[in-house]
């Protein structure tokens, strides 16, 4: 093909689109987020749990869910895991023989789980239609049934498998802790928090959860050592030897941190906690996103060029059809 | 460039059967509206996404890229050689596309909010979804709109015969849609470039959950590239199968010259798929994944076979290889989309395999497809003439010697 004027104004067109693409591709990544101003979370120390199950009870009450029955009798309340029937639930690890308390081998462990409140959540990033949004001050993350749509990329996405949907119900609602907002409106604290009877879970600021974390990883194992209930700086304590924790405090710097803080004397990865990067996955995701759309440049840039491309193709079509009929009109006049 | 509707009988074997399909997922979509995702589907809190979105929307949608596909060689490259392709590609990506839509809409839990991904107020613009859902939205209007084209051929024909105003108004619609389509073409090519590249993006926020080696940050490119080996493949199908079925001549050469494209892309598929394994370090899941390797494999497999069956001239204007060509494309692709989307996909402890009825509402849908092609075919102007279709395959014959 002979090189024309035309052609080659085309194809520079071009060239410019995939240079725009390009040095789109090379924008900066999304930056990182941080601890809302009055981040409230949950501590929870594994160690400290004894597996009453009151938090799991007490959870039902403060949001109205049901018992769940696992077993043949049906006599039990037997949540296997979190549900939209149950928001939060205590696992149990056991390894050999079982005996001992908070040790990994040949011993027993409980976890609580629900919800973390990520600092940079999935759930909240992935919704279409902002039915999940995080509190800019509280930084707790709630569902609003008014604006979802059902698509359920949040429970997909999430890494840690908290929101849970009602497959069974016509009109079905997502359901996962917004760690007792109305509660909280009440001047009370999170229902698990306040019925622990051991104080494994505390409720509170995050920056007091987290030094209070810190203070227990000081502590010496089989030293004397004292424990709140309900909130950190609780003045009911309780003493008790310390137990020799885990180096790492979960929901430090899993996919960018949560509100919601672990301790525990067995790895955590053996209590199903998943073993997660410190960047958050959707802070990849949507620093592609908002490459590729920033200011909807590429986008435009493309569709120009394709406006031109096309004009020129549909143009010399429409001539040859022209040319077309023409000749089959002549042809015709011949027969 | 001329289009004929090829005519013949409405009620066939082919589409009685089709029909009672489409009947029986009419009822279990009711069924689903009514009582719930559970009632119909294996759906669960493991596994939210399953058949209807990993097939339907995210696997139909590539294969209803055969318009997207054609269009950008007819257009971009300038070949008007391949024009013959362009109607009967655009009207299967016009089923693919709106069918693909309806499906996510009884998919969706909470099916009567809907409307929100189309009302910006709604919008979450961090969210892949929703630049998917609303260019998804905006783009099968586009696909209707470029079809129009037929649909007012055959109105001014019918208002031709009896005269008066409606003629009049029919012949100056057609004008108007000459003059536009130009816009509409190009935006049929822009949006399918967003969004199905956006499909891959989607998996990002996935991590650990989708198997590493079909986890990367190369997804988008991965699916933009699966979308345009699917639609080549698509119209490869379709015209054999159309050449075959209705006794018409082949369109084996315009094929065999389109296929060099479609080899470029496979090729580019493979390259950037192996490229980014190797660089993110990933080769060792190959031999860790059990199933799913093998699932890896054979998707590689059914790029690779196209290649190589067509890379040699004569092989690559016979209808035969081009038929296994383009069945490999296709189950690789649809493959390659239900594994990102389902099979690769997993949150341990959970299962999901879909239940019959499910797998009825998705055979309904073909089936919509199926019948909805045949019908408009035969009553729309869709394909060449037979008589241009000659002088199409004279002219390519010249060409190529």
Redesign the interface.
């Known amino acids: 093909m002979s090189l024309t004027r035309r052609n080659f104004l085309t194809r520079t067109a071009i060239g410019g689109a995939a240079c725009a693409a390009s040095t789109a591709a090379s924008a900066e990544a999304r930056e990182e987020k941080t601890l809302p101003p009055k981040a409230l979370g949950l501590l929870f120390d594994s160690t400290l749990c004894v597996g009453c199950k009151a938090c799991v009870v007490a959870c039902r009450e403060a949001n109205g869910t049901h018992p769940e029955f696992n077993t043949e009798d049906k006599l039990w309340d037997t949540p296997l895991d979190l549900d939209a029937d149950t928001l939060t639930v205590i696992k149990a690890y056991r390894e050999g023989t079982g005996v001992t308390k908070d040790q990994e081998r040949d011993g027993y462990a409980f976890m609580k789980k629900s919800c973390l409140q990520c600092i940079d959540p999935s759930c909240v990033s992935v919704c279409p239609v902002k039915a999940m949004t995080k509190n800019p001050e509280t930084g707790i993350v709630s569902y609003n049934p008014d604006n979802c749509i059902g698509c359920r990329y949040c429970v997909a996405a999430c890494p840690f498998g908290v929101p849970r949907f009602e497959y069974d119900k016509t009109f079905a609602r997502l359901r996962k802790c917004e760690l007792c907002k109305p509660r909280l409106a009440e001047g009370k604290i999170a229902a698990c928090a306040e019925v622990c009877p051991t104080g494994a879970t505390l409720f509170g600021p995050v920056t007091v959860l987290r030094a209070e974390a810190e203070r227990r990883h000081k502590m010496t194992p089989g030293e004397r050592a004292f424990f709140p209930r309900k909130t950190a700086d609780s003045t009911d304590v309780h003493e008790k030897p310390a137990p020799h924790y885990v180096a790492e405090t979960y929901g430090l710097t899993e996919v960018g941190g949560t509100q919601m803080q672990l301790l525990s004397g067995v790895r955590f990865e053996k209590l199903g906690m998943p073993v997660l990067p410190k960047k958050s996955f959707v802070a990849t995701s949507e620093t592609i996103q908002h490459t590729l759309y920033k200011g909807m440049i590429a986008p435009a840039v493309l569709f120009g060029c394709l406006l031109v491309l096309v004009r020129r193709a549909t143009n010399n079509e429409q001539d040859k059809t022209a040319e077309h009929d023409k000749h089959v009109d002549e042809h015709k006049g011949e027969e | ?2 289009m004929k509707p090829l005519g013949g009988p409405y009620i066939t074997r082919t589409t009685i059967i089709a029909a009672l399909m489409v009947a029986i997922m009419g009822i279990l979509v009711l069924i689903r509206l ?6 119909v ?1 294996n ?4 596994y ?2 399953g058949l209807w979105l990993a097939y339907d929307m995210v696997a139909g949608s590539a294969i209803g890229c055969g318009g997207y596909a054609v269009a950008l060689v ?3 490259l ?1 070949r ?1 050689q391949y ?1 013959p392709l362009v109607r009967p590609a655009v009207l299967a990506s016009m089923f693919g596309y709106a069918l693909g839509g309806v499906s ?1 809409l009884i998919d ?4 009567w ?2 409307w ?2 189309v009302w910006p107020t ?3 613009f ?6 998917v ?1 609303v260019c998804v939205c905006v783009y099968t209007t586009i696909l209707m709109l470029e079809f129009a084209p037929a649909v007012v051929e055959k109105a001014v024909e019918w208002t031709g015969q009896r005269g008066g105003n409606l003629h009049a108004l029919t012949t100056s619609v057609q004008k108007v849609l ?1 003059k536009i ?3 509409l ?3 049929g ?2 949006l399918p ?2 969004h199905q ?2 499909l891959g ?2 998996l ?6 989708l198997n590493p080696l079909w986890q990367t ?1 190369v997804l ?1 490119a991965l699916f933009l590239l699966t979308a345009l080996c699917m639609g080549y493949g698509v119209v490869m199908l379709e015209a054999t199968l159309v050449s075959d079925r209705f006794a018409r001549p082949s369109e084996a050469r315009i094929l065999g010259l389109l296929s060099r494209y479609m080899i470029g892309m496979l090729i580019a598929f493979l390259g950037i798929r192996w490229g980014a394994l190797i660089y993110e370090d990933k080769l060792s899941s190959l031999f860790t994944s059990g199933g799913l390797s093998l699932a890896f494999l054979a998707e590689n497999a059914l790029y690779l076979i196209p290649v190589i069956v067509l890379w040699p001239e004569h092989r690559r204007m016979a209808p035969r290889y081009q038929f296994i060509a383009a069945m490999c494309i296709l189950s690789g692709g649809i493959l390659y989309r239900l594994d990102a989307y389902m099979i690769a ?1 997993g ?1 341990a ?1 959970w299962h999901y395999f879909p239940s019959v009825p499910e797998l009825l509402v998705t055979f309904g849908m073909i089936a919509v497809e199926v019948l909805g092609y045949v019908l408009i075919v035969k009553f729309f102007p869709v394909l060449p003439s037979v008589e241009h279709a000659h002088t199409v395959a004279l002219a390519t014959n010249r060409s190529v010697a």
């Open positions: 460039m001329r009514c009582l719930g995702l559970q009632s589907t759906l669960n809190n493991g939210p996404w007819v257009y971009a300038n008007g024009h996510v969706i839990s909470r099916w909010n809907a929100h991904i709604y919008f979450n961090n969210s892949v979804m929703i630049e859902a000459n389509i130009f816009v073409i190009a935006l090519m822009t470039t967003m590249s956006s993006t989607m990002i926020p996935f991590g650990p959950l940050p988008p996909y949150r402890g």
